[in-house]
Each structure stands twice: as structure tokens, then as C-alpha cells.
T-cell receptor, first 115, second 112 residues
Framework: DAGVIQSPRHEVTEMGQEVTLRCKPI?????LFWYRQTMMRGLELLIY????????DSGMPEDRFSAKMPNASFSTLKIQPSEPRDSAVYFC?????????????FGPGTRLTVT | QQQVKQSPQSLIVQKGGISIINCAYE??????FPWYQQFPGKGPALLIA?????SEKKEGRFTISFNKSAKQFSLHIMDSQPGDSATYFC???????????FGKGTRLSVIA
């Protein structure tokens, strides 16, 4: 398997623009997570899905952020409108919970810069 | 109660030395304690994990020590190498019913 795939790897955009980050989880995994990583706040969980259904979005910072998972192999995280403080590395991770194992597999991340 | 507190924030160790990173938790329902390793430009990856039925788990140069009564666990890296330089995250979970709760991370630098 190719692992968790994220695109784009880097995104530079101007304040006010819409940004869409994409994620393809590992085939067969039933959980998908979106994280944001900054130096100040570390690794923050934004939202997670189980079997394509959003379970907890309490980490989504504002209504400007939205996430969807239309099917088991694709998810998006959208920021509209973007602001400079959204600049961070965004990670997607997936997992398959079985027999008590709960390893999360992270993608390579999308580095977002909002100017 | 959902927090995992990790220390130190950064650590510099001489090559060949022992690196020690500590984590503490409050939620007694946590029963799975992994450590993730992240290299620059990469996503975190599982390094080693432990469950509370054992007090220690060793994989190569990496050892997790777990103290259930103190609600603490730590990562020891023996014979630290420059290639171990990375950010390390501890985490905790309760039987997969909730997402992993991550510590803030420790940036380890191993210098020659």
C-alpha cells in the first residue's frame, strides 16, 4: 500500500482565498483524522471520521473550517476564507481499530502558508 | 483530564548517551500508550507502544517504562545516535473509544 496520500504537499495562498486539502486514507481503514501542527500548539486534532461519518469536530477552530468524507477513500479539509493564522502543517491520518490495536498512519502533510 | 503532559520540550544528548522523555496522564481509563517519532518534513510514525499490563517494553534501543500507580510513562533511547534526532510524541487512548490524545512533543537533538 502507498500509505496515506495527501495533496498538495505545499500550498501558498493569499488571505481570503479558499483552500482545499485532500487526503486518501489507507485502503480498509475505517477511521480518518485531520490534524494541524504548529510550533506553538503542537499537534491538534481537528476532526475525525468513522466509516465516513464525522464523529467529533470539536477541534475545528472556526466555521471557516469544514471537512467532508464522501466515501471511504477520500476526504477534504476546506478553509474558506483563509487567514494568515491558518498557516500550519495539516496532517491526515487513518487507522483500523482491531484487537485493541489503534495505530494511526499519518500522511506526509500539507504545508499551508497564507500570506 | 484528557491531557497528556510531556516533558521536556527539547532535549540535547551526546552521541552514545541515554535520552529520556517523560509523560504523565490523569485519565485512568487510558489503556494504550504509544510513542510516535517524527522526522522533519514527515508525518509522525508509530515507534513503540505499551499496555498497562506490563511495566516495561523494549524494542532494540527503545524502551518504554510504565508506572501505573504514578500515571506516568517514559521513553528511553539507549546509545542515542544522530539519526535519532527527531520530535517524539507520547500519546494515550482508552480501548480505541476515543482518538489518541497526544502530548506536545519533545524535540531531540543528538550531537556527535
Amino acid at each position: 500500500d502507498a500509505g496515506v496520500i495527501q495533496s498538495p504537499r505545499h500550498e501558498v495562498t493569499e488571505m481570503g482565498q479558499e483552500v482545499t486539502l485532500r487526503c486518501k486514507p489507507i485502503s480498509g481503514h475505517d477511521y480518518l483524522f485531520w490534524y494541524r501542527q504548529t510550533m506553538m500548539r503542537g499537534l491538534e486534532l481537528l476532526i475525525y471520521f468513522n466509516n465516513n461519518v464525522p464523529i467529533d469536530d470539536s477541534g475545528m477552530p472556526e466555521d471557516r473550517f469544514s471537512a467532508k468524507m464522501p466515501n471511504a477513500s477520500f476526504s477534504t479539509l476546506k478553509i474558506q476564507p483563509s487567514e494568515p493564522r491558518d498557516s500550519a502543517v495539516y496532517f491526515c491520518a487513518s487507522s483500523f481499530f482491531h484487537a485493541g490495536d489503534y495505530e494511526q498512519y499519518f500522511g506526509p502533510g500539507t504545508r499551508l502558508t497564507v500570506t | 483530564q484528557q491531557q497528556v503532559k510531556q516533558s521536556p520540550q527539547s532535549l540535547i544528548v551526546q552521541k552514545g548517551g541515554i535520552s529520556i522523555i517523560n509523560c504523565a496522564y490523569e485519565n485512568t481509563a487510558f489503556d494504550y500508550f504509544p510513542w510516535y517519532q517524527q522526522f522533519p518534513g514527515k508525518g509522525p510514525a508509530l515507534l513503540i507502544a505499551i499496555r498497562p499490563d506490563v511495566s516495561e517494553k523494549k524494542e532494540g534501543r527503545f524502551t518504554i517504562s510504565f508506572n501505573k500507580s504514578a500515571k506516568q510513562f517514559s521513553l528511553h533511547i539507549m546509545d542515542s545516535q544522530p539519526g535519532d534526532s527527531a520530535t517524539y510524541f507520547c500519546a494515550a487512548d482508552s480501548s480505541g473509544n476515543t482518538p489518541l490524545v497526544f502530548g506536545k512533543g519533545t524535540r531531540l537533538s543528538v550531537i556527535a
